[in-house]
């Protein structure tokens, strides 16, 4: 009877969590085409829900899932250096027993984009990957993986 009333209750908390506490927006698409072989700078934005977080890109030995992005092959993108995050805030986090870096509100993410040579001209799309772990100070979510995606002109 006990295990009943805690698997109900359980379920009676995630059904009160949300779905998705983080939604994620690419921003600041270049303004003009832009050439095959050229490089731009885009805005991935994660708005985090109040009363959550999400984590660094930082990894951390024994810690939390790292937030992570990339922009996946088979497209003519690719990063063109490392992606720019802003400063976390480092809190100790007793789940974890250890300082934590995190993002709370709203994160913006700068990627250096590159187009490949061989991009044929266009509308093309940019598909940009994040994965990460939205947490509050009750529980974790299970990670999850979401693709935004962002329309990209290349120009003759």
Same mark, same amino acid.
């Given at each position: ?6 698997? %109900?209750?359980?379920?009676?908390? #995630?059904? &009160? /969590?949300?779905? =998705? ?7 600041? $698409?270049? *303004? ?5 072989? %050229?490089?731009?700078?885009?805005? #991935?934005? &994660? /708005?985090?829900? =109040? ?7 930082? $990894?951390? *030995? ?95």
């Amino acid at each position: 009877m006990r295990k009943l009333f805690l698997t %109900a209750a359980m379920a009676a908390y #995630l059904t &009160a /969590a949300p779905a =998705d506490p983080v939604v994620w927006k690419l921003q600041n $698409p270049p *303004a003009a085409p832009v050439k095959a072989g %050229a490089r731009f700078n885009v805005k #991935l934005l &994660a /708005a985090v829900e =109040d009363g959550w977080h999400l984590y660094s890109l930082k $990894p951390m *030995a024994e810690g939390p899932i790292p937030t992570r992005i990339w922009i996946a092959d088979g497209q003519p993108f690719s990063l063109a250096g490392t992606v720019q995050s802003p400063d976390p805030q480092v809190m100790l986090d007793a789940t974890f027993g250890m300082e934590v870096e995190l993002y709370e509100g709203e994160a913006v993410f700068t990627l250096p984009v590159k187009v490949a040579a061989s991009a044929a001209p266009g509308a093309q799309k940019l598909v940009v990957s994040a994965s990460y772990q939205s947490c509050n100070n009750k529980l974790c979510l299970p990670p999850k993986t979401v693709k935004v995606e962002l329309p990209i002109t290349v120009g003759k």
